[in-house]
Structures are given as structure tokens and as C-alpha cells.
């Protein structure tokens, strides 16, 4: 099985910055990228950013372009979402996820192929 688990939540000011890291442990090889979900309250869970392990292409919801930025270490299995200029609207529990074992898809938002979920880490931006 994978495990994963987020870090780095808390709680910051407006136009503030957090960096959010997911370790994976486990079988993860098989799986092609790693992205980050984020759900606030009263609201279904959103794809946020996605990160391929070979290349480093990412990909980002357009709430959030421009403002964060995934990246990857490979070589500690780790997955890191820094997070500038937030907003009160990024408040939300953020959630890693990796996809079901082999499986690909251009599209890194496909929130229905995600298997393997962290516990989650708290973000919450005061205005």
C-alpha cells in the first residue's frame, strides 16, 4: 500500500506564504504523478496542482496559477505546493493524492482517478 503524508498547514494573513510538503511511502512507483486537492467548507473537494514524477511538468488549477507552484524530490519521494499571495479563498484542508497504480492521463485534474489520499493538512488564510 502508499501512505501519505501532508505537512506545513497552519494559519496566516492574507497575502501571506505556506509551503505544504507530502511525503509518500510505500509502493508509489508505479504511480506517474502526485498532486495536491484542497476541500474548504461546504465545498467538494478541488484539484489544485499536479506534478509528473519524470519531467517535473505540472499542471495548476487557474484559481491558483501564478500564485502556487508544485514541485518534486524524487529522490525523497516528496511533493511540495508553496503557496504565495493567499487568499482567504484558499482556506481549505489541502490533501495529496497519487492515482491508481499504472495509471496516466494528460489530464491531472481527473479527480476520479486518484486512489490513494493523505490525512490532510489545515490551511487557513485570515483577511
Known amino acids: 500500500q502508499v501512505q501519505l503524508v501532508e505537512s506545513g498547514g497552519g494559519l496566516v494573513q492574507a497575502g501571506g506564504s505556506l509551503l505544504l510538503s507530502c511525503a509518500a511511502s510505500?509502493?508509489?512507483?508505479?504511480?506517474?504523478?502526485m498532486s495536491w486537492f484542497r476541500q474548504g467548507p461546504g465545498k467538494e473537494r478541488e484539484f489544485v496542482a499536479g506534478?509528473?514524477?519524470?519531467?517535473?511538468?505540472?499542471q495548476y488549477a487557474s484559481s491558483v496559477k501564478g500564485r502556487f507552484t508544485i514541485s518534486r524530490d524524487n529522490a525523497k519521494n516528496t511533493v511540495y505546493l508553496q503557496m504565495n499571495s493567499l487568499k482567504p479563498e484558499d482556506t481549505a484542508v489541502y490533501y495529496c493524492?497519487?492515482?491508481?497504480?499504472?495509471?496516466?492521463?494528460?489530464?491531472?485534474?481527473?479527480?476520479?482517478?486518484?486512489?490513494?489520499w493523505g490525512q490532510g493538512t489545515q490551511v487557513t488564510v485570515s483577511s
Open positions: 506534478i509528473r514524477w519524470s519531467d517535473g511538468g505540472s
Open positions: 493524492a497519487l492515482p491508481r497504480d499504472g495509471y496516466y492521463s494528460s489530464d491531472l485534474a481527473y479527480i476520479v482517478a486518484y486512489k490513494y
Open positions: 510505500g509502493r508509489t512507483f508505479s504511480h506517474y504523478y
